[in-house]
Antibody, heavy 117, light 107 residues
Framework: EVQLEESGGDLVQPGGSLRLSCAAS????????MSWVRQAPGKGLEWVSS???????YYTHSVEGRFTVSRDTSKNILYLQMNSLRPDDAGVYYC???????????WGQGTLVAVSS | DIAMTQSPSSLSASVGDRVTITCRAG??????LSWYQHKPGKAPKLLIY???TLQTGVPSRFSGSGSGSHFTLIINNLQPEDSATYYC?????????FGQGTRLEIK
């Protein structure tokens, strides 16, 4: 059974850093395409980043240069390193599997990030 | 980035109704369009991919159509559990932009 479980969300001050984790089971993170999607309070879903099976990474413009997506093959975990956090980065962060590079077929339950002084 | 515009932003319908949600892309995206259902406190759920292919386990009252830049999600025989926010998402290229969402309320 495919499962995804995010962790690492926390309250952090503006300018701070946080690393989110997404533990996968039932499939290999390194052999698949993965994404991070977020939802700010009261807002809609926003694609944040993707990592392809090849290792290529992609980001939405607002996080480029501040966020880094990576994976640990041995632990089967997806990460999102978030630096220079801003208040508008706050929200629930979901990891999801990107099937055939096109659609998000499995999602985690999300982890909450708050950015405030 | 590709702008994705959904309409309406919200709607209210009764059990048994048929509802249509529209998604327009800022450029042609062929059929690289997915639909998701999102309920508060839950993980989003994939409904439709490839513009018209129903995800396994999704009730057949959900259907999708369209290509190019104009797409529709239709829900027939509306059920109480269909109350949710619905999002379209494009996957043309290497960005995966969502529409702003359509909030569906069941009267």
């Amino acid at each position: 059974e495919v499962q995804l479980e995010e962790s690492g969300g926390d309250l952090v001050q503006p300018g701070g850093s946080l690393r989110l984790s997404c533990a996968a089971s039932g499939f290999s993170v390194s052999g698949n395409y993965m994404s991070w999607v977020r939802q700010a309070p009261g807002k809609g879903l926003e694609w944040v980043s993707s990592i392809y099976a090849s290792g290529h990474t992609y980001y939405t413009h607002s996080v480029e240069g501040r966020f880094t997506v990576s994976r640990d093959t041995s632990k089967n975990i997806l990460y999102l390193q978030m630096n220079s956090l801003r208040p508008d980065d706050a929200g629930v962060y979901y990891c999801a599997r990107l099937a055939d590079i096109r659609w998000l077929d499995y999602w985690g339950q999300g982890t909450l990030v708050a950015v405030s002084s | 980035d590709i702008a994705m515009t959904q309409s309406p932003s919200s709607l209210s319908a009764s059990v048994g109704d048929r509802v249509t949600i529209t998604c327009r892309a800022g450029q042609s995206i062929s059929q690289y369009l997915s639909w998701y259902q999102h309920k508060p406190g839950k993980a989003p759920k994939l409904l439709i991919y490839g513009a018209s292919t129903l995800q396994t386990g999704v009730p057949s009252r959900f259907s999708g159509s369209g290509s190019g830049s104009h797409f529709t999600l239709i829900i027939n025989n509306l059920q109480p559990e269909d109350s949710a926010t619905y999002y379209c998402q494009q996957s043309y290229g290497t960005s995966y932009d969502f529409g702003q969402g359509t909030r569906l309320e069941i009267k």
